[in-house]
């Protein structure tokens, strides 16, 4: 069983930045794709970044603002997340990204908040 332990988030002030960090308890992590998931208050969880062997991917309301990158040797993965926006705030997560859909693949973690309020 896959553990997936993030951390980084906070709460901050539009314009801020944060950098959040998921360890994966995953052998071969390198082989897997790995995105970064977002849910908002009575929102569906919505994927916003993904990593893979090809590249980077991320929403459209992110691009230009928020950069995934991983560390293989250390089996984790980051988001770095500057001008953040009133609407970021959400519960961040990171999980193994299908191909297809990039739905998560493997277990949550129990996800880290992330609040952008002036």
């Known amino acids: 069983q896959v553990q997936l332990v993030e951390s980084g988030g906070g709460l901050v002030q539009p314009g801020e930045s944060l950098r959040l960090s998921c360890a994966a308890s995953k052998s071969n992590f390198r082989i897997y794709a790995m995105g970064w998931y977002r849910q908002a208050p009575g929102k569906q969880r919505e994927w916003v970044a993904v990593?893979?062997?090809?590249?980077?991917r991320y929403i459209e309301s992110v691009k230009g603002r928020f950069t995934i990158s991983r560390d293989n040797a250390k089996n984790t993965v980051y988001l770095q997340m500057n001008s953040l926006k009133p609407e970021d705030t959400a519960v961040y997560y990171c999980n193994c990204a299908g191909l297809t859909s990039y739905r998560g693949l493997w277990d949550w973690g129990q996800g880290t908040q992330v609040t952008v309020s002036s």
């Open positions: 990593i893979t062997s090809g590249g980077t």
